[in-house]
């Protein structure tokens, strides 16, 4: 159902940033299901309001877990793309992640959000001429 909810239509808006802030009261059975549907949640707003603190909070929160967590919202905000701009700083801290794949997935997260990933640069040459050679980024 999140799928149809047109980028345009900030009327949606409200209700997602309600939903992400509801406390989790998932099960352990029902943690990953109810993790999946926060992303989309999350991912939604971004789509429809990219400056969306709800949202942005939401994924820095997410991307400071160790992880699959981590490498799962990494994951999101690349198919977000540009709209993903607001999270450049708190994806920094990925370049460093202890997992090739997630230290992959936030370069090219990086590359996908374009030129507002400018203060990420630095960071990205430290990565590319400190790998030990786990992940090329050309």
């Known amino acids: 159902a999140l799928a149809l909810v047109d980028a345009a239509d900030k009327k949606s808006a409200p209700a997602l940033v309600r939903m992400l802030k509801a406390p989790d009261t998932s099960t352990p059975a029902s943690k990953a299901r109810m993790e999946t549907i926060r992303l989309n949640v999350g991912a939604t707003l971004l789509r429809i309001d990219p400056e969306s603190t709800a949202a942005i ?58 030129p507002d990933a400018q203060p990420a640069l630095f960071a990205l040459f430290k990565l590319r001429y400190e790998s030990e050679g786990d992940m090329p980024i050309v």
């Open 57 to 114: 909070q939401f994924f820095t929160n997410l991307l400071q877990k160790e992880g699959t967590t981590r490498g799962r919202a990494l994951k999101a905000l690349g198919e977000i793309g540009p709209k993903a701009k607001g999270l450049v700083p708190a994806l920094i801290p990925a370049l460093k992640d202890k997992s090739p794949f997630n230290r992959e997935e936030a370069a090219v997260t990086l590359g996908l959000i374009g």
